[in-house]
Structure formats: structure tokens, C-alpha cells
């Protein structure tokens, strides 16, 4: 009997030794892995870089162009090209760049990757227009449907990556070019990656990466103060206290291409009137809202497009001033009722402005306008939906206003919002704005291929939305991405494209 | 009525009288505006104008939580009211008359039972939109089968005493009987259960608030006020502490006054058998 029990004990410790030896291995070998976790705000369904961001954020995939620092664009995989004319593009597909599989990148398999994305994804088959590609060697030729001098800058969209298209497994493992190879991806929760030994550009720096994904700005600034994550994107400016005082991180914050605007319903008799559009707009206090919505993470806007921009807006941010816009409503016929709000013809000025959570400081900047709108007889009715873009195009009666952000220039040039939100029919025109001399503007910009002249029509673009006050934009919100400062070598970019970079350094 | 029951009627009625008269002085003697903006004194502590404080958009944090308690309190009531209206009906006709009615009530009843209430609740308030109004539609619609089933219940078992056989002998009506004899009877039953609903019922008003499809901005129902808050809880945690307390102990009174009554009802009926 107590010799089964000394051979029990023994068997115990050995079990125990062994293990705590295994593990002890295991913890050296992955103390010698560079590792690095980002935490993102938008989930992502799939990892088919032909339908979402995440391919070319997380360095599995490249495009041919991409966009650099002063938003100008650069060779990638492209390493030259040139306009053989006003319909045809080609480029010199770069040497040496191989698969994640080995496989040697040549114009075939670009061609074959274009092939299979205007096949899967609409949006970026309307966006392009290609007609037909041919492949020759290391060189490939785009000949577009039409004249379209924007080309080169869809080009740069995450979409229009290069993967290897005979696989079958794109959406959980595709094959890209780039300095991550994935290893495994978990739906709306994580990526693991690990940094591919052969890339062109030189191997990253880090050996694994982890990407997760938690729409809660809270929860996602709490990872990083507990050391969850390294680098955590999009974090609300309440929450960045903390984060400042503390010693081991910083926070980043740079000017986005993004606007956070009010969209007008042009089908309310009320908001036809240009009148009441600008009076809402000289409401808009955009001083206060940079300095205390935003924290000062934010820049006052003046259109739609950040001012770093040739095209955009050179006027001055519109101060708010409660007293001209109590003068414009008088203009345009608005009396204060008994009940103190203002109405014409018996008809009470009451709007409902749409707002959503997804970006929380949309709600206040509705509150905010509320109040100061309340101060001069408007009445403002809130309401807070899930879905923001469901609920303007499926319910165009139940709304008045919406607050709204969107990227204005994602790729340095502002044909795609301008087209998307003001000409009929766009698919960011649910307030249906319709102003003809807006619309030839834009219609003579997507056939102007001169830069200049392109800046021109577009400066004049803004200039009729501002003129008009078609829509309010208040602020250009900063991207605000909280750091470990054991990460070294990285910063973000406005653009939002280029995350994990073989740059990117930890210690 | 036990000890453990006295003890908590007496909590719940001084708990009570301390959130009443909390409320009641602070809507009375009360100078600040609930939903006045000043952004230039936002997320300022406690100082003589602003006794707890101000919140994220420069708004007097005590003047939101008056406003808050007859909000939130008001419909918590409201809705139990509106329940009973439907649910007692019901539940008597069916309980009393019984037949095809009470096979048609109780199968439309066990269809509804089948789902939980909260999610039910919150199907019917993401169809109708996110508002106040239609988290009332949507709670009431859940609520009215409780009350429906158990005073159907009550009714079975009180309509085979003999006072009601004597009164249906008699050929008294059925409206006559129900309200003479019937209802006397089951009255402190739904008194208890109202009591308690109250507290759930808030804090399912609560839960919708917070989860963003009750009261809308500027509202400050305290749901809509802790979520309001909750993107500083590391660095405002008052915005979230004093609408969770507030909830907290309301509920907490609701269901002590809820106990002491059953336990009150509970004695004088074995007063009157005895």
C-alpha cells in the first residue's frame, strides 16, 4: 500500500516537472518572437482583400499604387507606369516580388486577381471601368470603358489588392504579397499572423502579429492600458486621459481625411429653403465642439475636405452666430408662436435630427445643436438608430437631419465623394440633393484629366455646396490611436490603409 | 406578518420617504434646468449651484436625476397601471366564464409565454423605433400576460367558494358577482404583485434606455444617463455612480414595500379565518 502511494507521488512529480519544463520552453521560445496586437473598431466578416479593408491594413496584401504621407502617390507593387492614352494605363509589374506560396508575381496573375475582383465586388467594378486587361511578361495594360482620369487613384483602394486567386480559402486565408502571412482568422474576432521570410521589401521586423477586433471605445482603451494590445485605433477623446498620464503609452492623434457633417432631406419642404439651412449651420458652434467634444482632437471645418488639400475650401470657418440666424428665419417668413417656436404659415420649424452611437461624439454634436436651436425657436427631436445608412434609405420620411462622417477624400482626390454624395442617384445622396450646376460641375470633372483644372472643378464643387449649405460640415475628427511605447518605428497614417508595416519595430 | 416582513415593509417605507423627499425638494426648491447646455462648465464636481456636479455636456447632474425620478418612476407606474388594465379583464372573464374564451385567451397567453419577456420587449421596440413611447407599448404588451394569468388563476380557485356559488344561485350578474365578490377577494394578490413589478419594470426601462432604444437624448431617464456616462467611467465615474445608485435603490424599495405587503395581506387573512 505505501508503495503505491510513493510510486503515485512520484508519477505526480514527474508529471509536474515535465510539464513545468515544456512550458518553460515553450514561454522561451515565444520570448524570442517579436509579437505585436492591434485592436481595431470594425470587425471584419471575411479577409478577402477584394471585399474588405483588413487585407492591406494587416500587411497580407498590396496594391499596385499606394498613397504615401503627403497623400501623393507611389509605386508598390507597380514600380512604373504610364497613360498610353486618354483610355489606357499600363505598369511595370515590380521584380522579384513573390506569393506568400513561393509563387512568382508576374502581370498574369495581377491580371487574373483583377479578373476575379471586378467579378466579386460591384462597387469597385463601377469604380474602375475597366473594359479589358492585357498581360505581357512583367507589363500589364488597363484599357478603362471610358475617359477616366481617376483611375490611378482607385487604384489605391484596399480592394483593388493582389492575391493569388486559385486558392479556395481567400476568405479565411488568402495569399498575398505582402510582409504577413495569415495563420489563422477567426470571423468578427481575430487574425493571427506571422511576418513571411521572403518578402520583397525586406523582412518585418516583428515575427507575429495579432489583430482583434471590439466596436466598445471603452473596452478598447481599457485593453490598452492592460497591456492586451500594443496599438488601438480609433479610441473616444473622453477616454484618453489615462492613457496620457501614463508612462509606458501615448496616444497619437492626427488629422483624418474624414468629415463629420449634417445631412439636410431635401424632400422637407422646411430644409428646401436655403434660408433655414443656413441658419441651422451659423448654429453650429464648431469652436466649442473641436475644443470640448472633441478635446481638441479634431480640426474646424470649412467644407467637406481637410484643408491640406489644393482643392479644398478657402474660406473661413463659418463662426456661429445665434443672432444672424435668428434674422435669416425672420427673412425667410418665421414668426415665434405663442409657445415660443418659430412657424410659418401655422406650420412649426420641428425637426428630427437622425443620429447613431457608432461614432459618440455624433450624438453630442446633435445634442449640442439641440440646444442651441432651442435657444432660438427651433425644436429638435433626437433619435438615436443602429443602423445609421439602413435607416436615412429605407426611412426618408422619418428624418429631417442626420449627422454623418465619412471619408471625403479617401485617395487624395475628392471625385469619389463629390460623385457619391451630390449627384442624383449616389450612393451618399440619401438626403437627394439635386442641384443642376453642381452636377454638370461634377460630370466635367470626371472627364478632366489635367490636374489643375481638376482642382479647379472641384474647388468650384465646394464652393456651390458651401454657397448652398447642401450639407453642414462641422469637424475634421482626428484619428486618435492609443501606443505602447514598446512599439517603435510606427505611426498612423490619415489615409487608414497601411496598419502593420515591415517597419514596425517592438521591444 | 413575520418579523423578517415588518422589517422590511419599515425599510421600504423609509427608504421611500428619503428618495421622496429627495425628489420631491429637489423639484421644488430646485433653480437649475435639466436640459440647459453650458459647455464651457462641463464635467465640473459638486459646488453650491451644481450639487452633484455637472455632466459631460455642462448639464446640472442633480436636476437630470429629479427629472429622471418622475420620469422613470411615472412610467414605471404608467405601465403597470396599463397592464392591469388589459391583464385583469382578461384574466377575470377567463377565470370566470372559462369555455371557449378561456381556451382562446390562455393559448394566445401561452404563445407569448414562450418567449422571454425581455427579449420580446425588445423585438417589439426595435419594430416600432427607439422612443419612450413605444418602450411602453412594447413593455405593456409583454406585461399584461402575467397579470392575465394569475388572476385568472385566483379567479378559478375563489369561484368555487360558496359565497359566489350563493351569489350565482341568486342570479346575480356576472359583472355584479365578479365585482361584490370576486375581485375583494383577489385584491391584495395584485396589490403585491403591482409593488413589485413596479422595480422591474423600472429597471427594464432602465435596461432599454441603456441599451439605446428608450429614451432619447436629451431625455434624462436614468438608463439614457448611464449610458450617457459610460465613455467616462475612468475619469467621470459620478456620471454613472449616481443613476445606478438612484435605480438601485428604487428598485431595492420597490421590492422591500412589495415583501412587506404580502406579508401584511398575508396576516389579515389569517385574521379574518380566525
Known amino acids: 500500500m505505501k508503495k503505491s502511494y510513493i510510486s503515485y507521488i512520484l508519477l505526480i512529480f514527474v508529471m509536474v516537472f515535465t510539464s513545468a519544463c515544456s512550458s518553460s520552453t515553450s514561454s522561451q521560445e515565444s ?20 471585399q474588405d479593408w483588413m487585407g492591406v491594413r494587416a500587411g497580407i496584401a498590396e496594391t499596385l499604387v499606394k498613397i504615401d504621407e503627403n497623400l501623393e502617390i ?6 512604373s507606369w504610364e497613360q498610353l492614352d486618354s483610355t489606357t494605363w499600363k505598369f511595370h509589374i515590380r521584380e522579384g516580388v513573390t506569393f506568400h506560396d513561393g509563387s512568382t508575381l508576374d502581370a498574369e496573375a495581377v491580371k487574373r486577381s483583377f479578373e476575379r475582383l471586378i467579378e466579386v465586388n460591384e462597387a469597385m467594378n463601377t469604380n474602375l471601368k475597366i473594359a479589358t486587361i492585357t ?7 488597363f484599357q478603362t470603358t471610358e475617359e477616366y482620369p481617376a483611375f490611378l487613384s482607385e487604384l489605391i483602394h484596399t480592394n483593388a489588392s493582389v492575391i493569388k486567386v486559385d486558392t479556395d480559402k481567400i476568405s479565411e486565408k488568402p495569399i498575398g504579397t505582402g510582409p504577413f502571412q495569415v495563420q489563422s482568422f477567426t470571423p468578427e474576432s481575430e487574425i493571427n499572423l506571422v511576418s513571411y521570410e521572403q518578402y520583397w521589401d525586406g523582412k518585418a521586423k516583428v515575427d507575429e502579429a495579432k489583430v482583434t477586433f471590439n466596436s466598445d471605445g471603452n473596452v478598447r482603451a481599457l485593453a490598452l492600458q492592460s497591456g492586451e494590445a500594443d496599438i488601438v ?5 473622453e477616454t484618453l486621459k489615462p492613457i496620457e498620464e501614463s508612462k509606458n503609452l501615448h496616444v497619437e492623434s492626427i488629422m483624418s481625411l474624414r468629415a463629420h457633417f449634417l445631412v439636410y432631406n431635401s424632400t422637407n419642404p422646411q430644409l428646401q429653403e436655403e434660408n433655414v439651412r443656413k441658419a441651422l449651420d451659423l448654429l453650429l458652434d464648431r469652436t466649442t465642439i473641436v475644443n470640448e467634444i472633441m478635446n481638441g482632437h479634431a480640426t474646424e471645418a470649412t467644407g467637406p475636405f481637410n484643408p491640406m488639400f489644393a482643392f479644398s475650401s478657402d474660406t473661413e470657418v463659418v463662426k456661429s452666430n445665434p443672432l444672424k440666424a435668428e434674422e435669416l428665419l425672420k427673412e425667410a417668413g418665421y414668426v415665434k408662436n405663442a409657445s415660443g417656436t418659430l412657424e410659418k404659415n401655422g406650420k412649426p420649424l420641428e425637426i428630427s435630427v437622425a443620429t447613431y452611437q457608432g461614432r459618440p461624439e455624433l450624438p453630442l454634436i446633435a445634442q449640442y445643436l439641440q440646444a442651441e436651436a432651442a435657444n432660438v425657436g427651433i425644436k429638435i427631436n433626437i433619435v438615436t438608430v443602429e443602423n445609421i445608412d439602413t435607416f436615412l434609405w429605407e426611412k426618408q420620411e422619418d428624418w429631417d437631419i442626420a449627422t454623418y462622417s465619412n471619408l471625403t477624400a479617401p485617395r487624395g482626390d475628392g471625385g469619389f465623394f463629390l460623385n457619391s454624395a451630390y449627384v442624383p442617384d449616389g450612393s451618399l445622396n440619401p438626403g437627394q440633393i439635386n442641384v443642376p450646376e453642381l452636377t454638370d460641375t461634377i460630370l466635367q470633372l470626371n472627364t478632366t484629366s489635367n490636374l489643375e483644372q481638376r482642382v479647379d472643378l472641384e474647388k468650384e464643387a465646394v464652393q456651390l455646396i458651401q454657397e448652398h449649405i447642401l450639407h453642414s ?7 486618435i490611436v492609443g501606443v505602447s511605447n514598446r512599439v517603435k518605428n510606427w505611426a498612423p497614417g490619415s489615409e487608414e490603409y497601411y496598419i502593420l508595416t515591415n517597419q514596425l519595430e517592438v521591444e | 406578518m413575520t418579523n423578517k416582513q415588518n422589517l422590511s415593509m419599515l425599510l421600504g417605507i423609509v427608504l421611500a ?3 421622496a423627499s429627495i425628489f420631491l425638494l429637489g423639484s421644488t426648491f430646485g433653480t437649475q434646468d435639466p436640459f440647459y447646455i453650458n459647455m464651457a462648465n462641463r464635467l465640473s464636481s459638486s459646488s453650491a449651484p451644481h450639487w452633484l456636479g455637472t455632466d459631460h455636456m455642462g448639464r446640472d447632474i442633480f436636476a437630470r436625476m429629479v427629472y429622471g425620478a418622475k420620469l422613470t418612476i411615472g412610467l414605471g407606474i404608467l405601465i403597470i397601471l396599463l397592464a392591469m388594465c388589459i391583464g385583469i379583464p382578461i384574466g377575470l372573464l377567463s377565470g370566470y366564464i372559462g ?17 422571454p419577456d425581455f427579449i420580446l420587449a425588445i423585438a417589439i421596440a426595435g419594430i416600432l423605433g427607439p422612443s419612450l413611447t ?11 400576460i402575467v397579470y392575465a394569468r394569475v388572476i385568472r388563476g385566483l379567479v378559478l380557485e375563489e369561484k368555487q367558494k360558496e359565497f359566489v356559488l350563493a351569489s350565482r344561485l341568486s342570479y346575480s350578474s356576472t359583472f355584479h358577482t365578479i365585482r361584490l365578490h370576486i375581485i375583494p377577494q383577489i385584491f391584495s394578490e395584485i396589490v403585491v404583485m403591482a409593488a413589485i413589478d413596479v422595480g422591474k419594470i423600472i429597471l427594464l426601462i432602465s435596461s432599454f434606455s441603456y441599451i439605446g432604444i428608450g429614451a432619447q437624448a436629451p431625455l434624462p431617464e436614468w438608463g439614457a444617463m448611464l449610458n450617457e456616462g459610460r465613455t467616462f467611467i475612468q475619469v467621470h465615474p459620478s456620471l454613472m455612480v449616481y443613476p445606478g445608485i438612484a435605480i438601485l435603490l428604487t428598485v431595492l424599495c420597490c421590492n422591500l414595500l412589495g415583501d412587506g405587503l404580502k406579508g401584511y395581506f398575508q396576516a389579515r387573512k389569517r385574521r379574518n379565518l380566525q
Not at chain 1, 485605433?233 to 477623446?237: F, K
Open chain 2, 17 to 19: 420617504s428619503i428618495l
Open chain 1, 233 to 237: 485605433y480609433h479610441l473616444p477623446p
Open chain 1, 74 to 79: 507611389q509605386p508598390w507593387l507597380a514600380d
Open chain 1, 31 to 50: 520570448e524570442k518572437k517579436k509579437s505585436v496586437k492591434l485592436l481595431f473598431s470594425f470587425a471584419s466578416k471575411t479577409l478577402d482583400p477584394h
Open chain 1, 473 to 479: 460640415f462641422v469637424v475634421h475628427p482626428h484619428i
Open chain 1, 135 to 141: 498581360a505581357n511578361g512583367q507589363d500589364i495594360t
Open chain 2, 99 to 115: 369555455g371557449k374564451m378561456d381556451a382562446f385567451f390562455m393559448r394566445v397567453i401561452d404563445g407569448i409565454l414562450a418567449f
Open chain 2, 134 to 144: 413605444n418602450i411602453v407599448i412594447a413593455i405593456v404588451l409583454v406585461k399584461w
